[in-house]
């Protein structure tokens, strides 16, 4: 939730909720949250491979990938209003896709060439063929770690928009800083760490209120390394962060981070 606040506060304008380590119940709650959340900003909301979640919920559509429901059977069964997004890596996978319903396209994870080894990565040049394919509008998926990525990606490419997944880990300041990157002013600079560290405690109580704090500092021990990426002299706090089990724990190792590094 704090990282969805952060993210629509600095501009996104289209949110995406994926999980997939929640069971159903927890999953319908923080779906619930967070479509209350894009409501106040006036932004979408879809959900990710879950299409009953997203009908009981009433959200504002679903996503699906080719390994999921076909898309004319999910437009089947969330009406013609609701919006329908797509996987594709390919031409015929987007042209299927559009012909059975789809309002938007997926594309990714897209890297600048097609070298790399993972199966599913997408090049830039097939992303570019797809985006003169159809006619709906494509969303780029990966490949954004910075704020000049993503300006990077849309220029090369011609999608319509460029999704931020993993890069935002630890750092829900970069959706403000692409925003200000495409639109050609100054780039903002990240907050002070003290300040970030509270977005990071901020983030882990509201996963631990959602979750339970088990589950909660399990999944913090990850996600507030990744907050002091880049921060000098940080080596002995992540040795104390991977040993978190408690919420008093996050506490104590904030406070010694808030003292001893800047």
């Not at 209350?36 to 932004?43: D, E, F, I, T």
């Not at 509201?206 to 390394?225: D, I």
Request: proline content about 4%; hydrophobic content about 40%; overall charge negative.
């Amino acid at each position: 939730y704090a990282q969805a606040e952060q993210a629509l506060q600095g501009g996104a304008t289209f949110l995406q909720l994926r999980e997939k380590e929640l069971d159903e119940a927890h999953f319908k709650e923080e779906a619930v949250a967070l479509k209350a959340l894009c409501r106040q900003y006036g932004v979408p909301f879809v959900l990710d491979d879950n299409v009953a979640l997203a009908i009981e919920t009433n959200a504002d559509g679903v996503h699906v990938g080719q390994s999921d429901m076909a898309a004319g059977k999910v437009r089947a069964l969330i009406g013609p209003d609701k919006i329908l997004g797509v996987s594709a890596q390919t031409v015929e996978d987007a042209l299927l896709a559009e012909r059975e319903g789809a309002d938007y396209l997926g594309v990714g994870a897209v890297f600048p060439t097609g070298t790399k080894t993972d199966a599913n990565a997408v090049s830039y040049d097939t992303l570019r063929e797809i985006c003169a394919a159809v006619s709906i509008p494509v969303i780029a998926n990966g490949d954004i770690w910075k704020p000049e990525d993503a300006v990077r990606i849309l220029q090369h490419t011609k999608a319509d928009m460029a999704m931020i997944g993993r890069g935002c880990f630890g750092n829900p300041w970069l959706f403000q800083q692409a925003k200000a990157a495409l639109e050609g002013k100054p780039i903002p600079p990240l907050p002070p760490l003290a300040e970030r560290c509270d977005t990071a405690v901020r983030q882990f109580e509201l996963a631990a209120a959602a979750k339970g704090e088990r589950v909660a500092v399990l999944e913090a021990r990850r996600h507030y390394c990744w907050y002091l990426k880049g921060v000098s002299h940080s080596g002995y706090y992540k040795e104390q962060i991977v040993q978190m089990n408690t919420l008093e724990d996050v506490y104590r190792v904030t406070k010694g981070i808030k003292r001893d590094l800047r």
